[in-house]
Structures are given as C-alpha cells and as structure tokens.
C-alpha cells in the first residue's frame, strides 16, 4: 500500500501553477480534473467530502488506540516498539485530517462524530483474542478500508484526493502481520485454519459496517452511485465491491492463509 508519489501535502488554490495542476489532473475528468476550491462550490459535493474525511479521520484515531492496545499483546520489546511506531504514524495521518477539516471550516469532532458508532461497534465485535488475531485483524480491516478510500479518491478533486492517497500510505503494519503471521503458521500450522476463519469473519464484518455507514449518510451514498461522483454507478459500486474482495484474497495468500 506504499505510495511515495502520493505522499505530498494536498495544495489549496493559491498552490503550484495551473501546468503543474493540468498535469497532476491528466486523465482525468469532472470533478476529479477540478481543484477543492472550484469543486466545494456544489453543497452535496462539500458535505459528500466532510464526511468522507470525518470518516477517515476517526479510522485513523481508533487504529492509533488498537495499536496501541495490541503492543500490550506483543510478545517481545521489539515487537512493542513496532507497533507504537505504527500508532504513532497513525495518529499523524489523524492530524492531516483534522487539521484539513478545520482549514475547510468543518468542525472535526462534528464531522467524526457520525461514523463513531459504527466503527466502535466494529472493534467491539471482533476483538482479538490474542497477539496473532490482532495482527491479522489489523492487516485484513485496515487493507480493506483502504482499499475501500482509494477507490472513492479516484472520484475526489484533485487536493482532497492527494491528501487521502497520503494518509493511506502503509504504516509498515502489512510487511510486519505477514512476516509475523507465516512465521507463526510455520511454526504451528494448525494456526493457520483458525486464522483463516477470523479473517474471513472480519471481512464480512467490515463490509457491512462500511454498508452502514453510507447508508446513513445521503451525502456519501450520492458520492457512491452517482451525481456527486461522475460515473460512479451502482455498476460501478458492484465492480468496486468485486476489486476489495479479490484483493481481500490476494492479502490472504500472502498471509498464507485461505480465504
């Protein structure tokens, strides 16, 4: 999930010349080709983009407190010290975000606020039982989020989609839980079955919680399957759906796991 070329700060409409936005904005079309400035104009627009980032701003706050909680878990100094690097790294991208809300004269907690629910509920049915648990569900949940982010930004102009390609880059969580995770299937293979199960549990789970936060938010579900996004169509929704899941099982061969 490394993506160096995305990680710049997002620019404002007082950022670099118009060549260098026509080249950032190649290939793309609508709102995707416009700068925040000139996309915020249309109100449903604005809003879809509040709560995608309140959304996304309250993802990256919960993954700093589980992994925080996880290093409690770990079973050597430098396993614990990894993890507190990551959660770290993950309240830094919390920052961005709130900070970018604040510039858009959105109240963060505000914008938070509707997704807490849904995502608490989420860490609350699939707690971990244990080191490796954590580590998969950390590695599935977040990937798939992610997946889920990037997806959408592709439909984002141009500032906000450069700010959540950069709070997407990967922490280093995923090479850790693989590397982890095989070593300790390697070790034990009975592991592996009861680990395959969790993860595909913790894929449903996040699915219809993602569900049900569009759901609840008009803004964000127009975004989804058009009029906001353009060409985001319920074909297209199916098509995006059907991208997360197959990469939800490349993720689990690298586990080595069955999905």
Do not use: C
């Amino acid at each position: 999930m490394e993506t160096p070329d995305n990680a710049a700060e997002p620019t404002g409409p007082t950022g670099p010349a118009e060549s260098t936005e026509s080249t950032e904005n190649a290939g793309h079309t609508g709102i995707a080709a416009q700068d925040w400035a000139t996309a915020s104009a249309e109100p449903q627009y604005r809003a879809a983009v509040v709560d995608l980032l309140g959304a996304l701003a309250y993802g990256e706050l919960a993954a700093f407190e589980r992994l925080a909680e996880d290093a409690k878990l770990a079973p050597t100094l430098g396993d614990k010290a990894e993890l507190a690097k990551m959660a770290s790294a993950e309240f830094h991208h919390f920052e961005r975000l709130r900070d970018r809300l604040s510039a858009i004269d959105a109240e963060p907690t505000g914008a938070m606020e509707p997704f807490a629910q849904a995502l608490d509920d989420f860490h609350r049915q699939t707690a971990p039982s244990d080191w490796l648990e954590g580590l998969v569900k950390a590695y599935v949940g977040d990937s798939i989020a992610s997946d889920f982010y990037r997806e959408v930004a592709a439909r984002l102009d141009s500032d906000t989609r450069a700010l959540v390609l950069a709070v997407l880059d990967d922490t280093g969580h995923g090479n850790f839980a693989v590397e982890k995770v095989r070593a300790a299937i390697e070790a034990d293979p009975r592991v592996g079955g009861r680990l395959a199960l969790w993860a595909r549990r913790l894929m449903g789970e996040a699915l219809s919680q993602a569900q049900r936060v569009v759901a609840e938010r008009d803004a964000l579900s127009t975004m989804l399957v058009g009029g906001v996004a353009d060409g985001f169509d319920l074909a297209a929704v199916g098509e995006m759906f059907t991208r997360i899941t197959k990469a939800h099982t490349q993720r689990m061969a690298a586990l080595g796991l069955a999905a």
